[in-house]
């Protein structure tokens, strides 16, 4: 019987790895191996199915993750026993442990791939040890991974030469790229738009602003998608805006990018992406996550070791909980990104975010440790930030605050009389030593600074604010975006659920007495727009739209928007009342005025650092659907005031946001 060869992926996206797995298909299938691909959909379904593959979907978006992985394992298993494979093959640490197990409970030797540094070192020891085969796909990547503890052989990376390959004729532009003149010079960058690499795509296009004039001939063709494209498409929008005729054309995700490649006369990337094009007899312009190395020649290899061993480029860790859909931390780090491109050297400063698969218990690669507004003063990460402290690393926390579902008292000036934090002596000491070690410690609102001032932390202590108050709006709202057939008022209405974690631990009379101002609101003259900020948010949403009951004054958006998208939106609307904590920071970022369902600390910290404590109506309050109602009218009546004082004290979060890039301190 011929081999069966499992490939086991996350999915099938375009990316490097599901590239490398689909051009295996030719040469196995031609070598008589029966393809088998067991993962998530994607858009390269059909060009695996044209390599010969059979296709097993096996995704699963059970909750919760105990679960998921077990109904996964038991997926991969049913299509190894069913198809009678002899081989498995794995690439990726969350799909390649569960599948690697399985394989080992029917004795299935295993093969692991391994494509870069990235695994999370514990994952890929875990798994390592279930394979019978390591690959590497380069030497470095070799040498890498033997300092860890796992052996390998190297197979390198390649492209497909009968596909990619110089005697290819340029083709005409045709309907792919209909919008650029045949007389133009293309420049195309070919990446997913998703962390660092979106970055250096808005690096490229930002660098065109300036251009000399002769150059105005040159086109930008950016392919590709991911989770920035939204912050890519409106820099692009703004730039042709700029130019007056539009330049940078964005083409979205291609599973075939030869067409592009024919069409260019030069290509940025790195990785496959740049021996893609190289093949093709293209010139290539490498500029990657780490920085700029210019054309790619043996002098300027040479060049790229000699700077990597110099080590002159320092690397920063932000540390956040990001990568998770969550709007509210993912907008503290892009308003983080965003500074350090605007004020800081890319080729001295190297931004590493703490994405899925970052190592938080290794410091070692990083000079800089930034506790960022996406996490909190709680176990986890000020164990980190104390690590930080022990191995002499530069720390900043920017924006971090407490948190507690406890109940706070304020005296009558509204300063903290009493919080329960719970935590234990040990923690009160780290984050002393942390205060005195941090050379930046800004955290988010009056309360939380207040609370380490009683617990003796000192050193550079002081209140920095929230750094989602970095973020502009877009010039001008959407017409589109005011979903009113009348033309009526429209209050934006942002709910969502924190598991009960809330004060008066009963989210199902908040969102009753929400429906019930709601109701009221509409017939004021008023229409709502329900949004939302965090993916498991959207049932809270439906329920509370069907509570409303008024589907033609009311709309639900269930679509977790970018931050640029969401502002957009929020700036047409009259007011908004908000559960979730960013979203009355996007609100006070806009200049819109809001209500505050301040269910924890954190959210009254963030009131009081804008000094408008009667927007906050605490989730225990007695009558809460009137409070509501009564601070929403209040809210829209007094809206010049309150945009005024928000106004003030956000240029203060602003110079206090900014101070470690314009000081160097990082």
Known sequence: MSSRVLMVLDSMGTGGTETYAQSLGKPFVEKGVRLHYAGADGPFHQEFIRAGYQVHLVASDLQPLTERKKVLKQAYQKVMEQEQISIVHVHQAPSGILAANAANELGIPVVFTMHGTYYPHEEAIELAQLCDAIISVSKPVQRYWLAKGITSTVISNGVDLERFHPEASDRARGTFLSNVPEDATVVTYVSRLAWQKASVCNMVLRSTKTWPAEWNKVHIVVVGTGAQVHHVNELARNLNKLRGEVYIHLVGEQTDVLP??????????????????????????????????????????????????????????????????????????????QLAHELLDPQKVQIIPSLPGVDLQDLSPYDTVVIGGGSLLVPGYVDVAYRAVQQKKQLLIWGSGYDTQEPVRLDAAGRLDHAQMGESDRMREMLREIGQHASFFGVRGPLTYQYLQASGVGGHLHIGGDPGMLLMPPSTPSPEQVDSKQNRPVIGINWGTSYNRIYGKNEAEVEDALAYAGRKLIEEGYDLYLYTMWGPDGNANKRLYQKIACPERTTLDLVVHDHTEMMRRIQAWEATINFKLHANVLSAACGIPFVCLAYRFKCVDFIHSLDVAELAVTTDEQDLAQRILSRAKYAISYKDTIRSSIASKQQQMIDNLRAPFVNDWL
């Open 260 to 337: 592009y490649y024919e069409s260019s006369d030069l290509v940025i990337g790195t990785g496959r992406v740049a021996l893609e094009a190289m093949a093709c007899g293209k010139p290539v312009l490498a500029i990657g996550n780490h920085g700029y190395v210019g054309l790619v020649t043996p002098k300027r290899t040479s060049q790229k070791r000699r700077e990597r061993v110099s080590g002159s480029m320092r690397k920063v860790l932000y540390v956040g909980w990001i990568g998770f859909n969550n709007l509210g931390d993912e907008l503290m780090w892009k308003a983080f990104e």
